[in-house]
């Protein structure tokens, strides 16, 4: 067998089980494991979900906006 051990830039013990990402590959002669650092992209992701909830803020804004006046002027005057 082949041991390819390597000293890594952070401890994987002072990672959060959601910053780690682990890969497990198995086959006909054993299995093999590897943790790999997914802060960055945690963060990448953590950061894209809250420019989709103040876009989506925005466009219901926008649509509010834009169906008030109709309702207005063709239902709430003409009952006034």
């Known amino acids: 067998t082949i041991d390819f051990r390597f000293t890594p830039a952070i401890a994987v013990d002072t990672l959060r089980e959601r910053d780690k990402l682990k890969i497990i590959v198995k086959d006909s002669s ?26 989506v803020l925005v466009v219901w804004f926008l649509g509010v906006t834009a169906f008030a006046g109709p309702v207005m002027t063709l239902v709430i005057i003409p009952i006034e």
């Not at 054993?30 to 103040?54: R, S, Y």
């Open 30 to 55: 054993g299995q093999t494991e590897g943790i790999f650092e997914n802060v960055q992209e945690k963060k990448d992701e953590a950061l894209v979900e809250l420019l989709m909830t103040i876009f």
